[in-house]
């Protein structure tokens, strides 16, 4: 999708060079500059994000601390059997 975006601003860029009209020149020139606000949109909109899985895997983290203090005995809320 990103490359759609470029492929648009090159062709409005293109025009600009060659259309001798000076109003379709700027058109083209606006035309150009809205497609690079489009695809600055679009790349924030999808930027790179952490999988989903990521987010579980560091609550399975901080599960093994807890894990490891009741295996050296340092849990508090397990209670030994008297």
Known sequence: ???????????????TRH????????FCQQAAERWEE???QFQSNHAPQKPHYYAQARRIA?????????AN??????RSPS
């Open 1 to 15: 999708m990103d490359r759609f975006f470029k492929r648009q601003i090159e062709e409005c860029r293109e025009l």
């Open 19 to 26: 259309v001798v009209d000076e109003v379709d020149q700027a």
């Open 38 to 40: 489009q695809l600055q």
């Open 62 to 70: 901080g599960r093994a601390s807890t894990h490891s203090a009741m």
């Open 73 to 78: 005995g340092q849990a508090n809320f397990i």
